[in-house]
């Protein structure tokens, strides 16, 4: 078992920043990749950018030049460092992690970010 416990969400103007961590505990080693998703009222869940253990990162497009993933392995610790946020923006934002030896996702329980116009 794996549990990830999120921090840093909360209210912000647009054009403003926020940064979100994720912090890893329990069977560490049977997760590799790491990352954040997002789900707005009435919309699907979506990946916003995930980084591996190697520090490989991708992101989802509306997020590109704008948000950046990185990855503290020795705090088991990944950050979303959020700039020049958009009301588009305004969801709940949840950490995840793949486990490398099953078919399950771990979730963390998730942070509010809302971006005021």
């Known amino acids: 078992q794996v549990q990830l416990v999120e921090s840093g969400g909360g209210l912000v103007q647009a054009g403003g920043s926020l940064r979100l961590s994720c912090s890893a505990s329990g069977n560490i080693f049977s997760i590799n990749a790491m990352g954040w998703y997002r789900q707005a009222p009435g919309k699907q869940r979506e990946l916003v950018a995930s980084i591996t253990r190697g520090g490989n990162s991708n992101y989802a497009d509306s997020v590109k030049g704008r948000f950046t993933i990185s990855r503290d392995n020795a705090k088991n610790t990944v950050y979303l460092q959020m700039n020049s946020l958009k009301p588009e923006d305004t969801a709940v934002y949840y950490c995840?992690?793949?486990?490398?030896?099953?078919?399950?996702?771990?979730w963390g329980q998730g942070t509010q970010v809302t971006v005021s116009s």
């Open positions: 995840n992690a793949p486990s490398l030896v099953s078919t399950i996702h771990y």
